[in-house]
Structures are given as structure tokens and as C-alpha cells.
């Protein structure tokens, strides 16, 4: 499909807890359109408490991105590329409007702007596998001095003990690319797909009352039985990940016999550091069109979405 002449994405972004999976659906209703979830954690079976997906009753549009793997599964920002823009074709090809709603930066600029993945980004790798191993047996500060060795320029900008930029940063040179090169060309690339970005503003304070809020009634909705549930079927390392808030927290408690409103409050202070990390990602994009979530009601964010969207969308023909 000829991509000058496509339906841009509308891409609801911002942090966790701020509306976004309401918004996106009242938008694709609006639009005749089809939501993709870009959220790494929702892409697992059975988690679904804890990440704060949209249960199957109160989807009112199709999704996709949800449920694509089991916890633990090896996935990437690169197969999520692959994944939403077969998914944005699918939902083109049937004349509705393809709208991309969640928090995971990374995975929203993958599927959007046009960045080509180091094979290194795709799972069965042996490259990768070799060298998790010589930082699992031999320590990551021996990997990493072995990178600065070859490398000087990108092993400065990577911490000694992230074995995972360490470990992309070797699948780089393998390809002769240098990571630190590679991270200068991401702030200036270019966009693969045409899209609206709608961002979710919220004052912190009242933010983390959500989250608060929200950790609450997850735990009202069984996520301890999730979690439970979860490592009785044998998915103890995707629920133990260090990316799984509100997982890894309550796996840690349960098998210390610590108290489990302890693991709660953790999982509160977790998540409203994720999305401080989320709120200083999207802030960076200068694409993002801020509503103010704070102040407005969804039927009012729902109209300054639409107007954003049209104002755009008659920009982009003109």
C-alpha cells in the first residue's frame, strides 16, 4: 500500500495511569477505527491485572498487541515493528483508521519512525546468547571491558552493568555499526508511517494518587491470584523480569513470607517511577500534541482529540 496516501496513526501516548486505553477507544469509535496496543508487558498471556489491559468485556473496538506470547518469551522492539505495521496494514485494508495507544516509548517510535533494527534485535540470536553468557559467568564489567576495548565511543555512554546495550552494542559491530552513532542518528530519523501524536499531560501529584488508586484495585481484582496463577503454570522469569511491576514484587514477598502490603506500597513507588521515565520520554518528542488530563473530563479530551486530529489531517493534504 502506497504509504503517501494512508490514513496517518493516531498515536495516543503518555504515562501509565493517565487515561489513555479510555481515550484511544472513544477516539477509535469516533473514527471507525482499530486500536494497536504498544505496551511491552501487555503482549503476555495471562498477565493482564497487573498491566492494566482492557478486559475483553469492556472492548468496544478490536485490538491487537495483546496476548501475543507467554511470560518470559523472547520479544523485541524490532518484532513489535514488524508486528503493528502488518497490524496498521490490516486494519487499512479494511477502511478503519489505525490508532496506536500506549506507554512503551520505544515501541511507539519503532513502529513508527522509520529505524532499522540491528539483526541483533530479533530473538534466537547467537551472538547475543554467547555473550549474555560470558557476562552471566565471567561478570558484566568484563563484557563491558572488553567493548571499550574495541569500541571506546559507545562504551562511554553505556553504564558498565547494562549487559543489554552492552550486548547490542556488540551485535552492532558485528554488522560494522557503532552504537554511539546509532544513538546520535535516533533523535533525527525520520518517520515511516504518517502519524498524529496525542499526548495525556497529568499534574505528578495527582498522578500518583492514580497509580495509588489503581494498585488498589488491582489487588481488589485478584492480581496476587494472577501472580499466583502465573507461577503455578511455570512462568516464574517472565513474572519475576525486572520490567514486571506489580509482578516480581509479590513473587518476591510470597516467597519471603514478607508481608504483602509491603510488596503493594512497592509496586506504587515502582510504577510512579516507570512513569515519571514515561512522562520525560514522550516530553522529549516534540510531535506530541498535550491535553491536559489533569483539568478535563474524557468527553472533553475526547473533543480536543478530534479537533487535533482534524487540524492535522487537513495540514498533512494541504
Excluded at 539483526?119 to 563484557?143: C, I, P, S, Y
Aim: some cysteine.
Amino acid at each position: 500500500m502506497d504509504r503517501d496516501h494512508q490514513k496517518p496513526v493516531v498515536c495516543v501516548v503518555g504515562p501509565t495511569a493517565s487515561g489513555k486505553s479510555a481515550l484511544a477507544q472513544l477516539i477509535a469509535l469516533e473514527l471507525d477505527g482499530e486500536i494497536v496496543s504498544a505496551d511491552s508487558m501487555q503482549i503476555y498471556r495471562g498477565m493482564d491485572i497487573g498491566t492494566g489491559k482492557v478486559p475483553e468485556s469492556q472492548r468496544v473496538v478490536n485490538h491487537y498487541g495483546l496476548d501475543l506470547a507467554d511470560p518470559g518469551e523472547p520479544w523485541s522492539a524490532a518484532l513489535f515493528q514488524e508486528y503493528a505495521r502488518r497490524c496498521f496494514d490490516e486494519i487499512e485494508a479494511k477502511g478503519k483508521w489505525p490508532i496506536l495507544c500506549g506507554g512503551t516509548g520505544f515501541y511507539v517510535r519503532a513502529a513508527i519512525d522509520d529505524y532499522d533494527f540491528p539483526k541483533g534485535e530479533q530473538v534466537d540470536n547467537e551472538l547475543r546468547d554467547t555473550l549474555n553468557a560470558v557476562a552471566e559467568h565471567e561478570g558484566a564489567h568484563v563484557l563491558w571491558e572488553r567493548l571499550r576495548e574495541i569500541d571506546p565511543e559507545s562504551a562511554a555512554i553505556i553504564p558498565e552493568n547494562d549487559v543489554k546495550r552492552v550486548v547490542r552494542a556488540f551485535e552492532l559491530l558485528d554488522e560494522g555499526l557503532s552504537y554511539a552513532e546509532q544513538k546520535e542518528k535516533l533523535a533525527q530519523i525520520g518517520q515511516y508511517k504518517p502519524a498524529i501524536f496525542i499526548g495525556l499531560a497529568v499534574d505528578p501529584d495527582t498522578l500518583r494518587q492514580r497509580i495509588r488508586d489503581r494498585v488498589d484495585e488491582m489487588v481488589a481484582e485478584g492480581l496476587v491470584e494472577e501472580v499466583e496463577s502465573l507461577l503455578a503454570r511455570g512462568f516464574r522469569e517472565g513474572v519475576t523480569a525486572p520490567q514486571a511491576i506489580g509482578y516480581k514484587e509479590i513473587v518476591q514477598a510470597l516467597d519471603e513470607g514478607h508481608n504483602l502490603e509491603e510488596a503493594f506500597e512497592e509496586i506504587k513507588v515502582a510504577t510512579c517511577r516507570y512513569a515519571k521515565r514515561q512522562r520525560t520520554w514522550f516530553r522529549k518528542d516534540k510531535r506530541v500534541h498535550w491535553i491536559d488530563a489533569t483539568a478535563l473530563d474524557i468527553d472533553s479530551m475526547l473533543k480536543e482529540s478530534l479537533e487535533i486530529i482534524s487540524n492535522m489531517s487537513k495540514a498533512d493534504e494541504a
